[in-house]
C-alpha cells in the first residue's frame, strides 16, 4: 500500500466536517491557570449563602402568604356579609311614598276669625314634596323650587349624586379637620354623605316604640347618637337606599323629613312658615336661608334671630355661586335682598291665645294628636295687635327701664268670644306662663259692679241713697274690722252712682251686707267668677283672688245686658283636608243673672265712673265708655276694667313676685293701656251708643257728710286731684280704689 503524498489535498469528509482545532500543549498549559485564577475572584465577590438567611427568607415568604389568604378570605367574607346585610335592607325598606312623612306627632294649625293662619304647634307638616316632578304616587306632591334643591346640595353634598351613598373621601377630609382642630379623628365633623344623613333621618327604619323611649325627644336623641357602631349601621343602611331608591327619591325623602325650626318638618312646612309660601316658588335668597337651617335649626331658625339666619344664608350663596349654581350677578343680587319672615311669622301675635285655645280641646287632638289638626278660633290680628302695641308703648314711656313689673290685657266680645290675649311683656312666646289665665289676683275695687248689680236686681236704683260714715264690724274670729275711703274721708249721704263713681268703700261694703254676702257671691258666681270667694264683708272690696280672664267674661255679661258668658276662643276643630267639624264652639252666652233693666242702670253707672271718676283716663274720644278701676292693698295689684258697647276690656299691673306697684293705681297705667288699646280697636267701627238708661238730669249729689271740707262734687270734677290721690294712696297704701 502506497502512503499518500504530503502535498496531497485533504478529502471530501474532512473537508465537510473539519476537526476541531486543538492548541498546543504548551498553549493549554498557560491557559488552565488564568482561568483558574478568575473563577476564584468570582467566588470571592458573591456573598456567601448562609443556613439562617435562607431559613428567613422562606418564613417571609410563608407569612406573606398567609397574611394574602387570610386578608383575601376576611374580605371576601366581609363582602358577602356586607351583601347579604344590603340585601336583607333592601328587602324591607318601604316604598317611597311612605317615607315621606316621618313624624311620630302631629299638627296643629290656628286660624283667626277670618281664616288666616296665626300661629302653629307640635310637628308642621307643609305637604309631600319632590325634587323635580309630581311623583304618580303622590297624590298632593309639589313641585320644588330647583334653588332649593341646588341650595341643599350644595350646602350637604356637593358630591350627591357622584357616590354611592357613603363617601371615602369625605371621610378622609372629615378626619383631617377634625385632627386640624385638635379633635379625635372621629369627633365633629362626621363626613357623612346626604344619603347617610336621610338615613339617620329615618332612624334606620327602626320605628318609634313608647314602651322603649319615654317620649318622643329620647327617641330621636336616640337616632341621632354618633357612635362607631352607628356610623357603620348608617353606611349600610344607606347603601341599601341607593340600590333601593333613586338619587331623586333619596333627596326628596331628606327634603320631607329635616327639621328646619320651629316645629317645621320638610321644607314645604318651613317655607310656609317663614315665608307664607310653597317651597315650589321660594326664590334664592329664600332657598339659601332655608339650607342654611340644616345645620343648626333651632339657632338658624329666623324667627328665633333673623339677621343670624340671613349671615347664614350668605354662607351657602358663597357655596352655591362656587359650585356653580348661581351666577355672581345672583349670587350679588341675594345677598343685597336677604329673604325676609311673612308678616305672619314676623308678629307672632296671640302666642298667649293659641295656648290657651290649645288646652280647650282633648289633648289627643291638640298637644298630644298624631293627626294634623286645624283649629278656627276667635281671635282678630289686628285687635291682638293693638293690645301689643299699646302695652309695648306704655312700658316703653311710662314705666322706669329696668322695672320687673308685668301687665295683661284681655279683649272680648259680649257673647265671650276672645279677640285678643296677652299675658305678659314678652310678646312673641309658646308655652310661658300666662298671666291673663293663670294668674289668680286680687281684683280690688274691681268687684265692685257685682255688688251694685246685687242690689239693682233686689230693688236699689242708680240713684238710692246710702250714707258714707264710719264703719266697723265685728268679724268672727278676727276682731273689729273698720274699712276706709281710699282718701280717708267719709263723704255723708251719696247716691250709689256717686259712690261707684269715686269707688268708695264703706257704701259697697253696707250695700253687700244690706243686700246679702251669700247674694253677692251668687251673682258674681254667675257672672263667671270662678274662683273660690270670700266669705265676709271685706268680699265687696275684692279681696278674692280671680283671673283676668274671667274678670273680663263677667263685665262682658254686664254689657251683654246681664247674661253670662263662658269666654271661648276655639270656634271649631277638625282634620286638616276634612271639613267636617270634631268639635265646636266651647263657650258663650248663658242664663240670665241679672235684668236688662238692672244692667241698663249699672252700665250708666259705670259710664259716669270714666266720665267724672276714677277711670277718667279710660275715655275714648266720641266713643262712650263704661269701667271700673281697681286697686288691691298696698298697690299690688292695678286693674282697669271697661268696655265700648263693642267689645269688653280689661287689664292687670303687678309683679309676679306680688310686690307693691310705685305710683301706679287702676285709674293710671292700666286705664292707659286699656284707653290705647281700645281706642286702636274702635279705628273704623262706627260709635255705638252703649245699653244704658239716660236719666233727664244726673243723679243729686247729697251734701257732704259733717266734718270734711271738701265736697264730693269738686272731687268728682277734677282730674288732677284724683291723680294726687292715685299718688297718695299708692304711697301710704291706702283702701281699694
Same mark, same amino acid.
Given at each position: ?17 473539519? &476537526? ?7 498553549? @493549554?498549559?498557560?491557559? @488552565? ?88 304647634? /307640635? ?16 297624590? $298632593? ?23 354611592? /351613598? ?10 383631617? %379637620? ?85 316645629? @317645621?318638618?320638610?321644607?314645604? @312646612? ?20 332655608? &339650607? ?59 302666642? =298667649? ?69 296677652? /299675658? ?81 268703700? %264703706? ?48 263685665? &262682658? ?41 238692672? &244692667? ?41 276694667? /271697661? ?11 303687678? =309683679? ?80 281699694? $280704689?
Amino acid at each position: 500500500m502506497t502512503e499518500p503524498r504530503r502535498g496531497k489535498s485533504k478529502l471530501v469528509a474532512e473537508r465537510r466536517y473539519p &476537526a476541531k482545532k486543538q492548541a498546543p500543549k504548551a498553549q @493549554a498549559k498557560k491557559t @488552565a491557570p488564568q482561568k483558574a485564577k478568575a473563577s476564584k475572584s468570582a467566588r470571592s465577590r458573591r456573598p456567601a449563602r448562609t443556613p439562617s438567611s435562607s431559613l428567613f427568607m422562606r418564613l417571609f415568604g410563608w407569612v406573606f402568604r398567609l397574611i394574602w389568604i387570610v386578608t383575601s378570605r376576611v374580605a371576601l367574607i366581609g363582602a358577602l356579609v356586607l351583601g347579604i346585610a344590603v340585601f336583607y335592607i333592601y328587602t324591607t325598606l318601604p316604598p317611597f311614598s311612605d317615607l315621606l312623612d316621618g313624624r311620630a306627632r302631629g299638627s296643629v294649625t290656628l286660624l283667626d276669625r277670618n281664616g288666616s293662619v296665626f300661629a302653629w304647634r /307640635g310637628e308642621q307638616f307643609g305637604g309631600q314634596i319632590t325634587t323635580d316632578t309630581v311623583s304618580p304616587a303622590l297624590k $298632593n306632591a309639589i313641585k320644588v323650587s330647583p334653588h332649593l334643591k341646588n341650595a341643599i346640595i350644595a350646602t350637604e353634598d356637593r358630591r350627591f349624586y357622584k357616590h354611592f /351613598g357613603v363617601s371615602p373621601r369625605g371621610i378622609a377630609s372629615a378626619i383631617k %379637620i377634625n385632627l386640624s382642630e385638635n379633635r379625635s379623628a372621629l369627633s365633629g365633623h362626621g363626613g357623612s354623605t346626604l344619603t347617610q344623613q336621610t338615613a339617620k333621618l329615618l332612624c334606620l327604619g327602626v320605628p318609634f316604640d313608647p314602651a322603649k323611649w319615654k317620649n318622643q325627644t329620647e327617641y330621636e336623641a336616640d337616632c341621632r347618637q354618633g357612635s362607631l357602631t352607628r356610623k357603620i349601621k348608617e353606611a349600610v343602611y344607606a347603601l341599601a337606599m341607593e340600590v333601593r331608591y333613586s338619587k331623586d327619591d333619596i333627596l326628596s325623602i331628606y327634603m320631607n323629613r329635616a327639621y328646619l325650626g320651629a316645629g @317645621a318638618n320638610g321644607f314645604e @312646612a318651613a317655607a310656609q312658615r317663614y315665608f307664607g309660601k310653597s317651597a315650589a316658588e321660594v326664590n334664592i335668597a329664600e332657598s339659601a336661608m332655608l &339650607a342654611g337651617l340644616l345645620t343648626a335649626p333651632s339657632r338658624y331658625a329666623p324667627t328665633s334671630n333673623l339677621e343670624r339666619s340671613q349671615d347664614r344664608a350668605g354662607i351657602v350663596l358663597l357655596l352655591m355661586n362656587q359650585q356653580g349654581y348661581i351666577t355672581d350677578d345672583e349670587r350679588a343680587y341675594a345677598k343685597a335682598h336677604p329673604a325676609e319672615l311673612s308678616d305672619t311669622a314676623e308678629k307672632r301675635a296671640g302666642g =298667649y291665645f293659641a295656648d290657651w285655645v290649645m288646652g280647650a280641646g282633648p289633648d289627643f287632638l291638640t298637644r298630644d294628636t298624631t293627626e294634623d289638626v286645624v283649629i278656627d278660633t276667635t281671635l282678630d290680628q289686628r285687635i291682638q295687635t293693638a293690645a301689643e302695641d299699646a302695652l309695648t308703648w306704655v312700658f316703653e314711656n311710662k314705666v322706669r327701664e329696668g322695672s320687673k313689673a308685668q301687665a295683661a290685657i284681655v279683649v272680648m266680645s259680649a257673647d265671650g268670644a276672645v279677640r285678643a290675649m296677652v /299675658g305678659g311683656r314678652k310678646l312673641k312666646v309658646s308655652g310661658a306662663f300666662n298671666r291673663a289665665t293663670q294668674a289668680k289676683r286680687q281684683p280690688g275695687s274691681s268687684f265692685k259692679p257685682f255688688v251694685y248689680a246685687t242690689a239693682l236686681d233686689m230693688g236699689w236704683s242708680y240713684d238710692s241713697p246710702i250714707v258714707d260714715e264710719p264703719l266697723t264690724l265685728n268679724i268672727p274670729g278676727s276682731g273689729p274690722w273698720s274699712p276706709q275711703n281710699y282718701d280717708r274721708k267719709f263723704h255723708g249721704t251719696v247716691t250709689l252712682t256717686d259712690a261707684l263713681r269715686h269707688s268708695y268703700n %264703706i257704701p259697697a261694703v253696707k250695700l253687700a251686707m244690706d243686700a246679702g254676702l251669700e247674694n253677692v257671691r251668687t251673682v258674681a258666681e254667675m257672672f263667671g267668677i270662678e274662683s273660690d270667694l270670700a266669705q265676709g264683708p271685706a268680699l265687696a272690696l275684692g279681696v278674692s283672688e280671680t283671673t283676668l280672664l274671667e274678670m273680663t267674661g263677667a263685665y &262682658a255679661g254686664i254689657l251683654n245686658g246681664g247674661s253670662s258668658v263662658s269666654p271661648y276662643g276655639l270656634k271649631s276643630l277638625r282634620l286638616k283636608g276634612d271639613n267636617t267639624p270634631l268639635m265646636g264652639q266651647d263657650g258663650g252666652l248663658g242664663e240670665r243673672v241679672i235684668t236688662p233693666e238692672s &244692667a241698663q242702670e249699672l252700665i250708666y253707672m259705670m259710664y259716669n265712673a270714666v266720665q267724672s271718676g276714677t277711670g277718667a283716663r279710660a275715655q275714648i274720644p266720641g266713643v262712650e265708655v263704661a269701667g271700673k278701676t281697681g286697686t288691691t292693698q298696698a298697690a299690688r295689684d292695678a286693674w282697669f276694667m /271697661g268696655f265700648t258697647a263693642d267689645y269688653v276690656a280689661g287689664v292687670w299691673m303687678g =309683679y309676679d313676685d306680688n310686690a307693691p306697684l310705685t305710683g301706679v293705681t287702676g285709674g293710671g297705667l292700666p286705664a292707659e293701656i286699656w284707653q290705647k288699646t281700645m281706642e286702636k280697636v274702635q279705628e273704623g267701627l262706627e260709635p255705638k251708643p252703649l245699653p244704658m238708661i239716660r236719666p233727664a238730669a244726673p243723679p243729686r249729689v247729697n251734701p257732704q257728710f259733717p266734718g270734711n271740707t271738701t265736697s264730693s262734687n269738686s272731687r268728682s270734677g277734677d282730674k288732677a286731684d284724683n291723680v294726687l290721690l292715685d299718688l297718695l294712696g299708692a304711697i301710704f297704701g291706702g283702701g281699694n $280704689n
